[in-house]
């Protein structure tokens, strides 16, 4: 019997927008906080991820944040959140945002922060075979010297697997501008870092945001549903090549859009803007990977071949060597083929 849901759900894919301190299991976080004396908004599992809105939301995601202290405790929320969509969505490859300062208050070094993620990624890797790659996350609350003064550690401590510099949270008004960052996007740029930013995701954002990311020099952009309000950015970015790291649950629990045919994301792919799936804060947000494909595509009406599109563009939008973005491309092909005959 033909089943499509359960083929969207098993191709092979790569994620290139998911937070770490937005993927940790409620009952590890609980456990976590207890341990190191960490205030939760509830020590209650079910209830630990229930908030109304983007504000409520980073309340939560910051206190989760602060209950990952240990070396260990990086290892192990990697290794969970990886393993999770391994399992629930088939992924192979991904690009992982971490925030080093969402940590510094509680006395975490750099280092420690750095090399438990590293230990969690390669754990997964040798045990289920899912290779990840890192982005370090400009936490926009903060000031943008401080901005600069990670990405200048980033440089001077240099990891095989940090590969980009991007960001999280919102200015101290509750924006995105991104532009307040172009210094730090400079000093990344210059010392070999892709960069990515968060624009045209929240309700106060605008167009202009997305093209202040473009100016940054950004050919990828996280959310970008705004861009829509001017077809003259919509233009510049479908002509640039420019990858949307799109998030549909995520988008629908936090700013209401959920009749998914009209949902911006949508209305992206049909104005010819390349786009990815990705599940953004998946644990806190209650989706997976395998979830954005088998339940957002139907409902937006995409056909099995958009869906394999918008898969092998996370192949092609990462940042990979292009001799390994190739012959992963090769792999996905295959095996979409081979799943296609056994479900479709």
């Excluded at 697997?161 to 730090?184: M, R």
């Excluded at 003259?232 to 936090?254: I, K």
Aim: with cysteine.
């Amino acid at each position: 019997m033909a089943d499509p849901v359960e083929y969207l759900r098993r191709i092979p894919k790569v994620e290139l927008h998911c937070h770490l301190e937005g993927s940790v299991r409620a009952e590890t976080a609980v456990e976590l906080a207890r341990r190191h004396s960490v205030t939760l908004p509830t020590y209650e599992p079910s209830e630990l991820y229930d908030f109304d809105g983007i504000v409520e939301f980073l309340v939560a995601y910051v206190a989760v944040s602060r209950s990952i202290i240990d070396r260990e405790d990086f290892a192990r929320v990697t290794y969970e959140s990886l393993e999770d969509q391994v399992r629930l969505g088939n992924l192979r490859y991904r690009e992982m945002f971490f925030n080093p300062t969402n940590h510094y208050a509680d006395g975490v070094s750099y280092d420690t922060c750095v090399d438990g993620v590293i230990d969690g990624i390669r754990a997964a890797e040798t045990d289920l075979g899912v290779r990840c790659n890192l982005i370090v996350a400009i936490n926009k609350s903060e000031p943008p010297a401080d901005a600069v003064a990670l990405v200048e550690q980033v440089i001077a401590s240099p990891r095989d697997e940090i590969i980009g510099i991007g960001q999280d949270h919102l200015t101290p008004d509750n924006l995105e501008t991104p532009q307040l960052f172009a210094e730090a996007y400079e000093l990344a740029k210059r010392n070999g870092l892709n960069i990515t930013a968060h624009a045209g995701e929240i309700d106060a954002s605008t167009s202009a945001d997305v093209a202040a990311a473009l100016d940054l020099g950004c050919l990828r952009v996280d959310h970008g549903y705004h861009i829509l309000d001017d077809e003259a950015v919509v233009a510049r970015a479908r002509d640039a090549g420019v990858v949307f790291t799109g998030c549909l649950h995520s988008s629908a629990l936090l700013y209401g859009w959920d009749d998914f045919t009209a949902h911006p994301i949508r209305t992206m792919i049909a104005e010819g803007l390349r786009m990815t799936f990705n599940t953004d804060d998946p644990t806190m947000l209650n989706t997976d990977l395998g979830k954005e494909y088998a339940e957002g595509c139907p409902k937006m009406g995409l056909t099995n071949e958009q869906a394999e599109e918008i898969a092998l563009t996370g192949v092609d939008a990462s940042w990979l060597p292009d001799d390994e973005k190739a012959e992963m491309r090769e792999e996905f092909l295959r095996e979409m083929a081979e799943l296609r005959s056994a479900l479709l």
